[in-house]
Nanobody
Framework: VQLQASGGGLVQPGGSLRIFCAASGFTLDDYAIGWFRQAPGKEREFVAGISGSGGSADYADSVKGRFTIARDNAKNTVFLQMNSLQPEDTAVYYC????????????????WGQGTQVTVSS
């Protein structure tokens, strides 16, 4: 059972980036998915979460209206579309899975990906 986050990179302020969370060894649509991020010297924080069916989602206030979480169950993948990126969005982004509704608490999740670096800088 593995999760792999990918798609990170360097983007200018105001730009967009889409990052992905792919699963292997299990069917992702049985799980709620959460995206978290951790910047240097800061605690990990919740970014967005989506239900197993994709019918409901939740966002941190800091990203609401700029980020969109969605899932492609046919590809066993969840992605996070990030628009209007700002330097304060710079962090390592992690995806996580749990067999229930999403949670804003990282310790509620059973599986974690290795993280993908997103850097917003001019």
């Amino acid at each position: 059972v593995q999760l792999q986050a990918s798609g990170g990179g360097l983007v200018q302020p105001g730009g967009s980036l889409r990052i992905f969370c792919a699963a292997s060894g299990f069917t992702l649509d049985d799980y709620a998915i959460g995206w978290f991020r951790q910047a240097p010297g800061k605690e990990r924080e919740f970014v967005a979460g989506i239900s197993g069916s994709g019918g409901s989602a939740d966002y941190a206030d800091s990203v609401k209206g700029r980020f969109t979480i969605a899932r492609d169950n046919a590809k066993n993948t969840v992605f996070l579309q990030m628009n209007s990126l700002q330097p304060e969005d710079t962090a390592v982004y992690y995806c996580a899975a749990r067999r229930a509704i999403w949670s804003r608490r990282g310790y509620d999740y059973d599986y974690w990906g290795q993280g993908t670096q997103v850097t917003v800088s001019s």
